[in-house]
């Protein structure tokens, strides 16, 4: 039976009596509910919060880096082939499931859980394909996984060699990422033998260092500390997410020690964060991007000129002031600054409104009314996108452009945003999830990402060959040089109005330790103790 959680006032050391002993709790402010807690079919990083404490990947990264280490993860170590098709993991011994009121596995991890992860990902004949509605398999698909891997061969218990129809330079990277969990082939067999499969979403069963306990719909999540963790174990013995939509309620919350890491406050409260002694401000560089996507497959948006013209319309000086408030830099390419292969010879639209207005008279476009959506949540890449979304709607109005602004709930807008019959254009962004270009360029812009990630429902064959292409080749330079000319296509064709980059900013009560920010804005709790 789930329970209710309290949250806990005065104090973020909170003192639970477990047994006769002290338990330390970590209370984690989050800014939205997960679409549920199967890491596979999602891909928002609320999600991924969410299922972090759940779930391991066979390569993880290393802490507050985008290096992949060998070790860290599930695998022991992996092998390549000499033409780049087979990769060969070997899986760490002993490593144990959950074992939780409403499952007890019978064995440890092997390869045959390593196999289900992916094949229920791609094989369409397979129940579990899509096992509760609305499911589908957004990265996967997006990151052209399908066509990628030929085969997944179970070596032996402990071994499983994925075998590939074209090098891929990126993917022991992509290993890494959240689509790639691993979860529990007997859990999946008793839900399905117990015709209740849509539990695999609600009730999750993995490897990590925390055991889901239960989940208050857009209240509460609470976690465990798995003491039988393959690991280190977790530094606190409570996980608690407080569910808090609003970020200056989350400031409050923080200031009066009823969470204690709080993420994306609003630009305007930092310097009062700042100046508190119980709280502490970690930022760094944001790996991002914050875009408004048109929808290309719609009139008139399917002209590159009238996007052109939008873009010009666009005052994003005034954006990054409003909204970002000295947090933010303008972004002029899909892929962040700090990226390798970014593009530094292309320069941004001019914002021009009186050139802006003649080209969409130019073009036919006339009392043109359009919707604008904007996210109901912080996001790393945009604090406040119903302010972002009002600024734009000033500024299209100047060029005789009307906007009506609409949102829905946060997996709700989500879900919608991928439909192909979508209207207007979207307020959405990205964080990066492994470090390389492909994972902003091909999981955003690909063809292969229409009707998922690609919120511009933009397929441009140039572009997607100059992508495709550079996943091929090993060397970084001669990949930088095709992810190159695939931002002058991106700008030429201009599917999005690039908006900002922003700088991450997390504030963390001072009696907290071991918390690492990750470049990836995925929040990470097992190394964290609280004093």
Not at 135 to 146: C, F, G, K, L
Not at 384 to 405: K, P, S, Y
């Amino acid at each position: 039976m789930r329970k209710t959680v309290a949250l806990f006032a005065a104090t973020a050391f909170a003192t639970l009596i477990s047994g006769g002993a002290l338990a330390q709790t970590l209370v984690y402010c989050s800014e939205g509910s997960p679409e549920g807690f199967d890491p596979g079919p999602f891909t928002a990083g609320t999600t991924f919060d969410a299922t972090r404490p759940v779930y391991d990947r066979l390569v993880h990264f290393e802490p507050g880096t985008t290096s992949v280490v060998p070790g860290l993860g599930l695998a022991e170590s992996w092998d390549v082939s000499d033409d780049g098709l087979t990769y060969t993991f070997h899986i760490k011994p002993g490593v144990k499931f959950h074992t939780t009121g409403y499952f007890t596995p019978t064995r440890d991890l092997n390869a045959d859980d390593v196999i289900f992860s992916f094949t229920r990902q791609s094989d369409q004949s397979s129940p579990w394909y899509q096992y509760s509605p609305g499911i589908s398999w957004e990265y996967y698909n997006a990151m052209s996984m399908p066509d990628l891997i030929a085969s997944i061969e179970r070596v032996d218990d402990l071994t499983v060699a994925f075998h590939l129809t074209r090098p891929e330079a990126p993917f022991i990277a992509n290993m890494g990422m959240d689509f790639a969990s691993i979860v529990s082939k007997e859990y999946a067999d008793q839900l399905q033998a117990a015709g209740n499969m849509v539990q695999f979403n609600q009730m999750p069963i993995g490897t990590g260092p925390f055991e889901f306990v239960a989940y208050q719909q857009d209240a509460t999540i609470r976690y465990a500390r798995f003491d039988d963790y393959w690991g280190t174990p977790a530094g606190v013995e409570n996980l608690i997410f407080s569910i808090t939509v609003d970020a200056s309620v989350r400031a409050q919350k923080l200031i009066a020690g009823e969470c204690d890491i709080m993420p994306y406050p609003n630009p305007a409260d930092i310097a009062m964060l700042a100046a508190n002694p119980n709280i502490v401000l970690e930022q760094q560089e944001g790996l991002n991007v914050g875009f408004l996507a048109y929808n290309t497959q719609q009139a008139p948006f399917d002209n590159p000129q009238v996007r052109t013209a939008l873009n010009m319309a666009i005052n994003k000086p005034a954006i990054l002031e409003a909204v970002y408030q000295g947090f933010g830099q303008a972004a002029i390419n899909p892929i962040p600054p700090t990226m390798w292969s970014y593009n530094t010879n292309i320069q941004d639209w001019e914002y021009n409104p009186t050139a802006a207005r003649a080209m969409l008279e130019a073009a036919g476009v006339t009392n043109l009314t359009m919707n604008v959506w904007a996210m109901p949540v912080s996001r790393p890449y945009n604090p406040n996108a119903r302010r972002m979304a009002e600024l734009i709607q000033a500024d299209f109005a100047a060029v005789g452009v009307t906007v009506n602004i609409v949102s829905y709930e946060w997996g709700e807008y989500l879900a919608r945003s991928q439909e192909v019959t979508r209207d207007g254009a979207v307020l959405l962004g990205w964080n990066g999830d492994n470090g390389d270009p492909d994972n902003f360029l091909a999981v955003l812009l690909g063809c292969d990402a229409v009707g998922g990630a690609n919120r511009a429902q933009w397929c441009n064959a140039e572009f997607d060959a100059l992508v495709q292409q550079a996943k091929t080749v090993a060397d970084q330079d001669e990949r930088a040089a095709l992810y190159m000319q695939a931002q002058e296509i991106f700008h030429a064709e201009a599917p999005w109005a690039p908006i900002a980059h922003s700088v991450a900013v997390m504030p963390v009560r001072s009696n907290v330790q071991g918390y690492v920010m990750n470049p990836f804005a995925i929040h990470e709790f097992a190394t964290v103790t609280v004093q």
